[in-house]
């Protein structure tokens, strides 16, 4: 935005001098994000923490990155949408740090990783790093895209393993350990632009065990309970400097079956509890999508169902976890019946609304909008894709979101600092 400022002001010297300081203010803003992004974010209580202050954020999604990375032609784009989201006050990115078989796939087979493509990762955390960007890194994915539990539970029926379904993922010995092989090789990297280890490097904020993980042959929760007491344990044996999170939706399970109330009417083989309360877990997370999990039901109810999903995940968070809660994902589809940016603005602003207001009383850090994308990057699309430069509207949403959160961590600190 600001280059084309600068060109359609060419014409006055004294617009052209507006535009240069627009700039220079943009660079300064830029690097007091990268000078504040020394320190590892931590957590105290409820509350996420960097350098001994609160810290509070507007985020969002960019799972793609990696995958784009792999040709050299294409990084502009991850450099476009970091320059843009940083813009925007963005500070937190979650993206994916697996590829499993397939196109461009980080892991080829079990043990076996293409460089080319880690060092598409490498450029991804260097890029996040100069422009101020912590990353959340996921290990690994609940659905078939790029490759996931069904290609771990492939690999394994193809060396001869007995397994019965993809949730073997979670019980087989051999599959585990294809799993923590994944986790020591990522975790271990030595990025080859920065030269710095990925456990050492304060650009990533921390890990997802996997994206939305789902357990069928057991809703009650328990089978990934377990999973999640095996694995924890492993990544911080690693690295106990970041951060690590289940990657959750946030479905809750048997242990309160009176919370069963607040799911959408089913259970997905999580226990938000009982996946939460394992030691080495440090922050919770929640996705919510009413558009796909209520489906027929107006906006007012999709609304109010997202409101009562963060406020009763926040409470338990709180409470029962005493542990700080990520928004991680939400969104509203294009491809829904009567869809119009108006109608995602109005679900962009109730759910930022929300957040904000909890944010006031602690426990919660941020959201992580699903997803952005940069320009000419249609193929990716998938009905969520906001394109911060092509739409106007939704951009300045984002942004005042970014601009309350900032004044809402200074007015704390500030009064964390009053009260010391």
């Known amino acids: 935005m600001a280059l084309v400022l600068m060109r359609k002001s060419s014409s006055s010297v004294m617009n052209f001098g507006c535009g240069l300081l627009f700039m220079l203010l943009m660079l300064l803003q830029s690097a007091n994000r990268v000078s504040s992004a020394s320190g590892f974010v931590q957590t105290r209580g409820s509350q996420f923490v960097l350098n001994g202050s609160k810290f509070l954020f507007n985020g969002f999604n960019s799972y793609w990155m990696m995958h784009v990375a792999v040709e050299p032609a294409d990084r502009h784009k991850i450099s476009n949408v970091f320059r843009e989201t940083s813009a925007a006050g963005l500070t937190v990115c979650r993206t994916w740090a697996f590829s499993d078989g397939g196109d461009r796939a980080l892991q080829i087979s079990p043990g076996v990783y ?4 880690f060092q598409a990762l490498d450029f991804v955390v260097s890029e996040a790093k100069r422009h101020g960007v912590r990353l959340i890194l996921t290990l690994s994915n609940n659905y ?4 996931g539990r069904t290609q771990y539970v492939n690999w394994a029926r193809n060396a001869g393993v007995h397994v019965n379904n993809d949730d073997d993922f979670y019980t087989n010995n051999v599959i585990k350990g294809y799993y923590k092989n994944h986790v020591k090789r990522v975790l ?9 280890a990925y456990k050492d490097d304060p650009t990533i904020m921390g890990w997802e065990l996997m994206n939305e993980p789902r357990c069928q042959v057991d809703y009650s929760g328990k089978t990934l309970t377990a999973w999640v007491r095996e694995m924890a344990p492993y990544v911080k044996s690693i690295d106990r400097r970041h951060l690590l999170a289940v990657g959750m939706e946030g479905f809750y399970g048997d242990s309160l079956p009176n919370r069963k109330q ?8 999580t226990d938000f509890i009982t996946n939460n309360l394992v030691k080495e877990i440090d922050f919770s ?3 919510v999508y009413p558009d796909i999990w209520l489906s027929g039901q107006n906006d007012g109810a999709q609304i109010a169902f997202m409101r009562r999903w ?5 409470t338990d968070s709180k409470n029962i976890l005493k542990k700080p809660l990520i928004f991680s994902e939400f969104g509203k589809s294009s491809k829904d019946a009567g869809y119009n940016i108006n109608a995602r603005d109005t679900y962009m602003n109730a759910v930022y609304r929300n957040i904000y207001s909890l944010a006031r009383g602690g426990g919660i850090g941020g959201g992580l909008v699903w997803q952005i994308l940069g320009e000419g990057m249609e193929s990716f699309n998938d009905g969520y894709e906001i394109v911060l430069s092509q739409e106007a509207s939704t951009s300045r949403i984002i942004t005042q979101q970014s601009q309350q959160m900032t004044s809402l961590e200074r007015i704390m600190n500030n009064r964390q600092s009053i009260n010391n």
Do not use: W
């Open 188 to 196: 271990s990297r030595i990025n080859t632009i920065t030269g710095v």
């Open 262 to 269: 607040y799911n959408p009417g089913y259970q997905v083989g």
């Open 285 to 287: 997370t929640i996705h």
């Open 114 to 117: 293409d460089e080319r493509v």
């Open 144 to 147: 078939k895209d790029f490759g």
């Open 310 to 314: 963060l406020i009763s995940h926040l």
